[in-house]
């Protein structure tokens, strides 16, 4: 809706880029290597299976799960308003996804998590390890 109220206002001669991103999760690069401020799309995700507050998801693990970091997200942002900052009028729509180049089922997602917390398990406040349990994946509500 957002989208189209700014098509629909923004004269004549203004070029407007719409950048619509999947799931974007921390930097790779710029400006820490995995720095986010906040906890936000996926990572609640992360650490609610951390804290073992996650013991099931709704998801086929075999499907393909499209994150892309924020700093690929900002640059295509970038690059995107350079292209059309000359072009009076426009409106390019682009979507920032990764799924081609480098594609990642949920299931890759979930034993990259499930192996870095057994290779660095969590401590509880009184010093002790919070061991890692499995999750359960159901692909269909019934």
Same mark, same amino acid.
């Given at each position: 809706?957002? #989208?189209?109220? $700014?098509?629909?206002?923004? +004269? =004549?001669?203004?070029? &407007? %880029?719409?950048?619509? *991103? ?28 951390? #804290?073992?507050? $996650?013991?099931?998801?709704? +998801? =086929?693990?075999?499907? &393909? %799960?499209?994150?892309? *970091? ?73």
């Amino acid at each position: 809706m957002g #989208e189209m109220l $700014l098509g629909q206002l923004r +004269g =004549d001669d203004m070029p &407007v %880029v719409i950048v619509r *991103p999947s799931i974007i999760t921390r930097v790779q690069v710029e400006p820490l290597p995995g720095w986010m401020q906040g906890t936000r799309t996926i990572d609640t995700l992360i650490i609610g299976y951390a #804290e073992q507050n $996650l013991s099931c998801f709704l +998801g =086929d693990l075999s499907v &393909v %799960v499209d994150i892309i *970091p924020g700093d690929m997200v900002v640059n295509a942002m970038m690059a995107a308003m350079v292209a059309h900052s000359d072009e009076k009028g426009t409106q390019a729509i682009y979507h920032a996804t990764s799924s081609l180049g480098n594609p990642a089922t949920y299931a890759m997602l979930y034993e990259a998590g499930r192996r870095h917390f057994y290779q660095n398990p969590r401590v509880g406040k009184n010093g002790e390890v919070i061991p890692t349990k499995e999750m359960y994946f159901f692909n269909t509500i019934a």
